[in-house]
């Protein structure tokens, strides 16, 4: 009987390693006991279904059997399934990047017998190669090494679980006047890294930061980032959905660009990011209603729609990169490819394939492996295709190309659920109902919400028995596990954002009754944690969640940022209150790298004292001249709803009232009087 006990077990990534020779365990106390009992180190592999990296890492050396025979003989081997375990995956990258000064996946760490993390890496390749060692060679140097000093080893990983311990610090205080720096001054202290070439900032790879480029929309919406700094962040979004990183043909964002021109991705496509994309380009949409805005909307939605909806109503968490065993074999077309896909085309395009060849940045080399293209958009044609008659061009080619892929083999779709992935989701559809000025794609939100707001309660909210209390059940695939605060902060999120949509009072209830839940179980003192307080998970501390956005946002500055627009409703859930000196202290660290502190800069910008509530009645919901105006109120305005009989309406603070009266015309005029003095004030 194989010792491979990797069949059991629910996770697609941890089955796609079932059949390995490595004596895999999942995680959990069994392994770790037997470690101790026998004496042996651990060797702890961190992965996920869709990536690139953790597929080569498998078949260059968890497939080879004399690798496994070394493995089997002298460590105790654990893989786990980073989405399963987002508090395992946080302690050990942080290992890493003390260790190494990165991180990533495929994730490998090496424990002592009783669980203390002491050496890790990332990819290491079956053949040493361009200073990276062999994984061999790594394992028989830690064995050994082990063998000959045990003391030695057990001193390191004591050493390094009490640095990841640590609380980060700040290197320096950074000075400014008021709350927190204006817009503007953030942008202008980036300025020395934005690619003015290709978009975005920095060097390849180019990750795309979606709660940074959200926060700029809003404050380009709101006249505090001027023209001349909004326009870079214009044409980095263009020059993204134009790219190879957004999936010209289907819709929806792969996961990063491998070089500086948003062209080659990886390409795997993670719930997350299209949440992120869907929160950004709605934003967008309003002050830069250009064709690839509004379709990468509808082209997301199509495809979330037809490809990532479970038949019990959730979201599937990911799809890969590879397929046939190939990386982006599925998404890209050789020369002969694309020109196939026009033989049943009218004579009009026919005749026009050159310039289709060169709008579409088709060549015979290619601009991937193998001679193979990755679709994108050439910008330089741009004034060609922003035309009506160019833009139908574009949208049929794209469904030419789309017939063609389908009939290949399509990617592995991970379809697994996980809870706060699907509220964000939920959320950013949200975002799209209220913020995005065409019908026709608010409708099509407004369907997905419905198709899966009933299955995320159904499939990520369970009943304690022990405690008879509703918890969030962070994956469907694993039935007992911690509870994360990812979920509850993106449960509450997406509570109180339907709420604002539709004024259903449930979801105002859950929003509240979620975030003193998130308050009596994530935060102690003046620290959020990532994991429940209580939870004691073997072999590792439950470290504070962090503020900057790592694979996707903070889930401890969307927790702040929610606390801020839900103590208009009630003043005690004021983060300035609840967190006191730290309050400040978030700010300095959010500065120190604003790029990589996009939900931060979100919950901190807004002064606490500019945070209005929206009381209107609920029956406005059904004005177009209210639903007008919605799309005026970024987060510092709160939308409640009340069932008085009446017509009036009141904006407060969280103090008192300030506007008072009665009438859609007269609210109209306020929204209107205050539109104009934005408009004077630029």
Not at 118 to 133: D, E, H, I, L
Not at 359 to 365: A, G, V
Not at 638 to 657: L, N, P, W
């Amino acid at each position: 009987m194989s010792e491979n006990k990797l069949r059991f077990e629910k996770s697609l990534y941890l089955q796609q390693h079932a059949e390995n020779p490595i004596h895999w365990n999942a995680y959990g106390e069994q392994p770790l006991n037997k470690a101790k009992e026998l004496n042996k180190l651990i060797f702890l592999s961190i992965g996920y279904s869709s990536c690139h990296w953790c597929h080569v890492m498998a078949h260059e050396s968890f497939e080879n059997v004399e690798t496994a025979n070394y493995l089997n003989e002298n460590f105790i081997s654990i893989k786990i399934d980073r989405e399963e375990y987002p508090d395992l995956d946080h302690y050990y990258q942080t290992a890493a990047s003390i260790l190494t000064g990165r991180g990533g996946w495929p994730l490998n760490v090496f424990l002592t017998p009783d669980g203390k993390p002491f050496f890790a890496g990332t990819y290491f390749p079956k053949v040493g190669r361009q200073g990276m060692p062999s994984f061999m060679d790594v394992l028989k140097e830690i064995n050994e090494s082990y063998k000959a000093d045990p003391a030695k080893i057990q001193e390191n990983a004591k050493n390094l679980v009490e640095e990841i311990k640590k609380p980060s610090k700040l290197e320096k205080k950074i000075e400014f006047q008021g709350h927190f720096p204006a817009p503007s001054a953030i942008m202008n202290a980036l300025k020395n890294y934005a690619d003015t070439k290709n978009g975005g900032y920095g060097q390849a790879p180019k990750f795309p930061h979606f709660s940074f480029y959200e926060w700029a929309c809003e404050q380009i919406l709101e006249g505090m980032i001027p023209q001349e700094q909004g326009q870079h962040i214009v044409e980095t979004l263009e020059k993204m959905m134009m790219g190879g990183l957004f999936d010209q043909v289907k819709g929806g964002i792969h996961r990063y660009s491998t070089d500086d021109k948003f062209m080659v991705p990886h390409f795997e496509k993670m719930l997350y990011d299209q949440a992120g994309l869907l929160k950004v380009l709605s934003k967008l949409s309003q002050f830069y209603p250009s064709p690839v805005v509004f379709d990468g909307i509808l082209q997301t939605l199509d495809y979330l729609k037809t490809e990532m909806v479970s038949d019990d109503g959730y979201f599937f968490s990911a799809q890969d990169a590879d397929s046939e065993g190939t990386e982006g074999l599925y998404f890209t077309f050789s020369k002969e490819e694309f020109e196939a896909s026009f033989e049943d085309a009218p004579p009009e395009q026919k005749i026009k394939l050159d310039q289709y060849l060169t709008m579409f940045n088709i060549t015979e080399k290619g601009n991937f492996e193998h001679g193979l293209n990755v679709i994108s958009l050439n910008p330089a044609q741009k004034e060609k295709f922003y035309t009506p008659d160019g833009w139908q061009e574009v949208r049929d080619i794209r469904r030419r190309l789309l017939e063609q892929r389908k009939l290949r083999i399509p990617p592995a779709t991970d379809r697994k659920g996980l809870s706060s992935w699907n509220y964000m989701l939920l959320s950013a559809l949200t975002d799209v109902v209220q913020y995005c000025p065409i019908d026709a794609i608010q409708h099509q939100a407004v369907q997905l919400i419905q198709q899966t707001v009933e299955g995320c309660l159904k499939q990520f909210i369970k009943m304690d028995e022990a405690s008879g209390r509703h918890l969030m059940k962070h994956t469907n695939t694993i039935d007992k596990q911690p509870l994360y605060l990812e979920d509850y902060v993106n449960f509450c999120e997406s509570q109180l954002r339907l709420y604002e949509i539709t004024g259903n009072e449930i979801f105002k209830k859950n929003a509240l009754e979620s975030l003193d839940f998130t308050l009596a179980n994530f935060v102690k003192g003046s620290e959020i944690y990532s994991t429940n307080i209580a939870n004691k998970n073997p072999g590792i501390e439950n470290l504070p969640a962090p503020l900057f956005d790592q694979s996707y946002r903070s889930s401890s500055m969307t927790l702040v940022h929610l606390l801020t627009r839900c103590s208009v409703f009630k003043p005690e859930l004021s983060p300035e209150v609840l967190f006191k000196d730290k309050y400040a202290e978030f700010a300095q660290f959010i500065l120190t790298n604003p790029l990589g502190h996009g939900e931060g800069l979100r919950a901190m910008t807004y002064p606490l004292n500019i945070f209005r509530k929206v009381e209107v009645p609920l029956e406005w919901l059904e004005k177009p001249e209210f639903l007008e105006i919605r799309n005026h109120f970024f987060s510092r305005f709160v939308m409640d709803y009340h069932k008085r009989g009446d017509d009036s309406f009141q904006i407060c603070t969280k103090e008192a009232c300030e506007v008072t009266n009665k009438g859609i015309q007269k609210f109209q005029e306020l929204f209107k009087m205050k539109e104009n003095q934005n408009a004077e004030g630029n």
